[in-house]
């Protein structure tokens, strides 16, 4: 599902600050997969994630998503793609604060040609799945941290993207709110979707993953 | 002095700001085309890429102003008959000094020219690679100097209008005048027409199999013959008058601006019809839509000035 | 493209930002008020003006000598009834009386009653009139503004004139004209012919000037030519002249109260450009998530051009509702000044409700043209914000 082949990133090239985040990784994700990125911060988990979500652009090398060369895409078609195909799932949430959760939710379909019936079934659904649909009109600066955390997974539902990546999903979570988390993520792989998840949190161990550490930018082989 | 006329001034000052906005798009555009490269990964094509945007965005706003402001510019003249001697008409405030016809005549062509930018910016947009990207920034600069060639003529024209001595006026102009014919090549206004629905008959063949060089040039000849047939034919009708000859006088309200429709189809048809042409020569590929605008647009047009012909025979039982 | 929920989003961005906007929206909203109460006000003068020409003689002719025009003989209408074209020929008796107390003038019209008359402006003024009550004593119309003036010298009920030859002439106030006429007849006198010749010492051979009347336009050019030629001393008006004279001057006007308008414009569109180019970390917060979650550079572009169009949008309509309020209710006070400038007497007139689209779209593009052309810069540096740096 996604593939990344001898991926090179480097910040300010050409200048004296220039700072190479990630060194010649290649990595291959299974379709369906369950794959957990563990490092510390600043070793390029993070960069590496946005890399797969075309959120940043590497330096040299090739990535491929669900068949897709996304390396070099143009603004219009790497948002495309990632309307698409991707969820994400933010450490700090990222949600609107004074948006209802069904708007927060619905944020991304907005771009999309669909008619509004279909639009109110994607959302309810993802909502559904998330567990957060009795709180669909409740603005989202009144919930709680463990409610937010499912708002922000239904928001990353709504396209039922075939990959979601979640980036740091538990640091603001306590371990009750950690250990539900988990348990949605083990629901959304069952029903086939690919995940890929960037943390340090140890908590992660007991999931049944695949597990590749990284330290520098570069991938260490278990 | 015409420059104190209000809607004078409120079209200079809109002109200015939108060449403003283009000269800003012009030196981006420069920069960008100097260090463009699709294949590099460097910050600083990224950044080139992003920069690209802010001359999309100012593109298209100015270019959208330009289109909404080329049936302002007729309205304002139109308007500013009163102010002129001798006039009742735009033809009579266009032809007041010899600069009004080539700019009026610059601005359907860069109207023209837009268009076709727009449409070529969104085949652009629809590829993965930037395909046109560079024919796309150069076709702009050749928008840009002609731009700044209009707000030149417009400046001299609006000067030298003048308010003292009377002008002639549209019947005067168009009018047959002693021995010359006005339409070219000594045309009989029945040839005329015909020429006019033979070629109309061209560019449906040609829209309909999809020639692109036939649509072409059976396009620019059906445009050059409709301007003709409109003015010394089709006009009368719209006038009921035989001997009312003018362009600009159905686009007021007492003829309920029917000019409007009448030389907006036309500028659409032939404008789809040429551009669909000259698009398969600058991105190899076959557009089945612009066709199909082509077609759709002549048609209206040649249906609604044909019905006026029509419905003066079945109201009056005679032609003019 | 973008749905119905991009405009709910954009709604419910716009409430959630209203402190962030709301004092663009009052200066935007004064401007266009300022704006649209000048240009509504100046039409709507126009159009009045226009519709009292309408009703004017097609010619007036005039006898000159030295470079001044002086009375013009009787039989010079008698002479012109002849020309082909011309349906009637009406000498005409007016002139300004000087009122001495208050060192003004008022305008003094003498009406032969017998007379079809031709200005429907006249013809208004007196359709209701009693005629032969009327004739039966001196009496006379009068304006609102002569009204007030001889309430000041407690002449309420008549005034006595003073010809030139220092006879004494008493004429009775029998009614005042309708408001809505004043911006023509404020200063205006009617009274019969040869009461009016007394008092503006005209003899009984002579007129002021003399009104032709043409039926048919297409002739006018014609008929100015054979009048020329009629006399050497011989000075003819054409309505057309008068038209574009008027227009002329209140495009005069407006255009030098546009001009120093552009001004205002230009530093408001500083203004603007520097209060979107702020852009507080929260805004960048929302944009990175938004462009992080699949939203491309374009859409966000769209969402912040549509977002201060709204404003600007709001800001218009509210500016020109208030001041089609201002100018057609209240009656422009203050800024009504500045238009009846070359009045004699102080102007009190209700203005007729007249608007044309032109006028709005172009009320519309200049304001909003500007208004957009300054925030276009700072909403594509807002949109091309690196998502992630944003988001953190």
């Known amino acids: 599902m996604i593939q990344l082949e001898n991926i090179n990133k480097i910040y300010n090239e050409s200048r004296p600050n220039s700072f190479q985040a990630l060194k010649d990784i290649s990595l291959h994700v299974g379709k369906g997969e369950l794959l957990i990125l563990k490092g510390v911060s600043g070793s390029g988990k993070s960069t590496l994630l946005s890399i797969m979500g075309s959120l940043i652009k590497p330096s040299s090398g090739s990535v491929i998503v669900d068949g897709e060369s996304i390396a070099k895409l143009p603004d219009l078609h790497a948002s495309n793609f990632r309307a698409q195909k991707l969820g994400f799932i933010f450490q700090s949430f990222n949600l609107f604060e004074a948006l209802s959760v069904a708007d927060n939710v619905a944020i991304l379909l907005t771009n999309q040609s669909l008619t509004l019936e279909a639009l109110h079934v994607s959302v309810s659904d993802a909502m559904e799945i998330a567990h957060i649909s009795h709180k669909k009109d409740t603005e989202v600066r009144l919930l709680s941290g463990g409610e937010k955390q499912r708002c922000a997974i239904a928001r990353a539902l709504v396209n039922s993207p075939k990959v979601i990546l979640c980036d740091e999903p538990t640091a603001n979570l306590d371990s ?7 348990a949605t993520i083990k629901e959304l792989n069952a029903l086939g979707k690919t995940i890929v998840i960037a943390t340090h949190d140890p908590i992660f161990e007991t999931l049944d993953a695949r597990v590749v550490n990284i330290e520098n930018g570069i991938l260490l082989k278990r | 002095m015409i420059f104190f006329s ?25 920069g960008i085309l100097k260090s463009w490269d699709f294949s590099a990964t460097s910050t600083k094509q990224y950044l080139l890429e992003k920069r690209s945007y802010l001359v999309l965005l100012i593109i298209f706003f100015t270019l959208g102003f330009k289109i909404i402001l080329l049936p302002y510019f007729i309205y304002m003249i139109d308007e500013l008959n009163v102010l002129v001697p001798g006039a009742m008409c735009a033809a009579g405030v266009i032809n007041s000094n010899i600069y009004g016809v080539y700019l009026l005549s610059l601005k359907v062509r860069i109207l023209f020219l837009v268009g076709l930018w727009i449409i070529l910016n969104h085949y652009d947009l629809q590829a993965k690679d930037y395909p046109f990207f560079k024919k796309k ?29 009377p002008v002639s006026c549209c019947s005067a102009i168009y009018g047959v005048s002693g021995i010359s014919n006005p339409i070219p090549f000594d045309l009989h206004v029945s040839e005329l027409l015909g020429l006019f629905y033979l070629l109309y008959g061209l560019t449906l063949i040609s829209a309909l199999y999809r020639y692109a060089l036939l649509s072409l040039f059976s396009n620019m ?31 007021q309200a007492e003829y309920f601006y029917s000019g409007y429709f009448i030389w907006g189809t036309l500028f659409l048809g032939t404008f789809f019809g040429i551009s669909a042409a000259l698009l398969q020569y600058i991105t190899g590929k076959e557009i089945k839509k612009m066709y199909r605008y082509s077609l759709a647009f002549n048609s209206a047009f040649i249906l609604f000035c044909s019905s006026y012909v029509l419905l003066y025979y079945i109201r009056n039982g005679v032609f003019l | 493209m973008q749905n119905k929920l991009f405009y709910n989003f954009l709604f419910l961005l716009l409430l959630k930002h209203r402190i962030k906007h709301i004092s663009i929206f009052i200066i935007s909203t004064l401007i266009v008020f300022i704006l649209s109460s000048v240009v509504l006000l100046s039409n709507a003068l126009q159009e009045e003006i226009n519709t009292t020409l309408d009703s004017q003689a097609d010619f007036v002719i005039q006898k000159m000598r030295a470079g001044k025009s002086v009375n013009t003989p009787l039989s010079w209408s008698d002479e012109f009834r002849e020309i082909e074209g011309i349906s009637q020929a009406q000498p005409r008796v007016y002139g300004q009386y000087f009122f001495k107390p208050n060192a003004e003038h008022f305008t003094i019209v003498g009406i032969d009653f017998f007379d079809e008359q031709k200005s429907k402006n006249l013809q208004k003024l007196i359709t209701n009139l009693d005629m032969k009550k009327f004739l039966e004593k001196p009496n006379m119309l009068i304006g609102h503004g002569v009204k007030a003036l001889l309430d000041k010298y407690y002449f309420f009920d008549y005034y006595v004139f003073k010809t030139p030859h220092q006879k004494k002439r008493k004429v009775n106030i029998y009614q005042i004209f309708p408001k809505e006429s004043s911006l023509l007849s404020n200063d205006m006198i009617i009274m019969d012919i040869d009461l009016a010749r007394e008092i503006l010492g005209i003899s009984e051979e002579q007129s002021t000037d003399i009104a032709l009347y043409n039926p048919n336009e297409l002739e006018a050019e014609n008929i100015y030519v054979k009048l020329v030629l009629k006399h050497a001393d011989i000075r003819v008006i054409q309505k057309s002249d008068i038209a574009k004279a008027y227009k002329r001057l209140f495009n005069y006007k407006g255009g030098l109260f ?3 308008y552009m001004i205002v414009l230009l530093t408001f569109m500083m203004i603007l450009y520097q209060r979107y180019s702020m852009v507080q970390s929260s805004d960048k917060k929302e944009i990175g998530i938004l462009r992080a979650l699949g939203w491309s550079i374009k859409d966000v572009i769209i969402l912040k051009v549509t977002e201060s169009f709204m404003v600007a949008f709001g800001a218009f309509l509210l500016g020109f509702i ?16 500045i238009f009846y400038g070359y009045a004699n007497l102080p102007m009190d007139i209700s203005l007729h409700r007249s608007i044309d689209f032109s006028l709005v779209s172009l009320l519309f593009l200049f304001y909003i043209l500007p208004f957009m052309t300054a925030v276009l810069i700072p909403s594509w540096k807002a949109s091309v914000i690196d998502p992630l740096e944003a988001m953190r």
Do not use: R
């Open chain 1, 176 to 182: 009750i709110n950690s250990q539900k988390f988990i």
């Open chain 2, 6 to 30: 209000n809607s004078v001034i409120v079209f200079i000052f809109i002109e200015a700001l939108l060449l403003l906005l283009l000269s800003i798009a012009f030196i981006n555009v420069v």
């Open chain 2, 137 to 165: 920034l150069w076709l702009f600069i050749l928008i840009f100097f002609l731009i700044i060639a209009e707000s030149i003529l417009d400046i001299f024209y609006l000067i030298n209008i003048v308010t003292d001595t």
């Open chain 2, 221 to 251: 000849a059906f445009l050059y013959s409709a301007y003709y047939s409109v003015v010394y034919f089709f006009g009368t009708y719209v006038y009921e008058l035989p001997t009312h000859l003018c362009p600009f006088c159905m686009l």
């Open chain 3, 258 to 260: 546009l001009i120093l």
């Open chain 3, 322 to 337: 208030l001041a089609f309020f201002f100018v057609f209710v209240l009656d422009a006070p203050l800024l009504s000044n």
